[in-house]
């Protein structure tokens, strides 16, 4: 069974970093999509990036092009997000998925494997 387990989250000021880590495990992951998903009190949930485990191919929301970098080490098994120059509006709540495939999946619903989410938080 896939498990996914975020940490890393936390209070920042705008301007700041963060990274979120996402370890994965219960299978390997060499054809899997992993992602990274936010969800802000009362919106939908947001994609904010991509990864095919196995090329290191990314794809990024536009919200957060060039201000975030979705990441993996083979060997922790683990997916990383570092977010820089964060604004208020990047709080959320931050979820890490999976899928198996590869293809540019930005729905929730494209996504099998879910963690628990961590908070991200952003003052001004």
């Known amino acids: 069974q896939v498990q996914l387990v975020e940490s890393g989250g936390g209070l920042v000021q705008a301007g700041g970093s963060l990274r979120l880590s996402c370890a994965a495990s219960?299978?390997?992951?060499?054809?899997?999509?992993m992602a990274w998903f936010r969800q802000a009190p009362g919106k939908e949930r947001e994609f904010v990036a991509l990864?095919?485990?196995?090329?290191?191919?990314?794809f990024y929301g536009d919200s957060v092009e060039g201000r975030f970098t979705i990441s993996r080490d083979y060997a922790k098994n683990t997916v990383y997000l570092q977010m820089n120059s964060l604004l208020p509006e990047d709080t959320a709540i931050y979820y890490c998925?999976?899928?198996?495939?590869?293809?540019?999946?930005?729905?929730?619903?494209?996504?099998?494997?879910w963690g628990q989410g961590t908070q991200v938080t952003v003052s001004s």
């Open positions: 219960g299978r390997t992951f060499n054809s899997y999509t």
């Open positions: 998925a999976a899928r198996s495939g590869v293809g540019i999946a930005r729905e929730p619903t494209q996504y099998k494997y």
């Open positions: 990864l095919y485990w196995s090329s290191q191919d990314t």
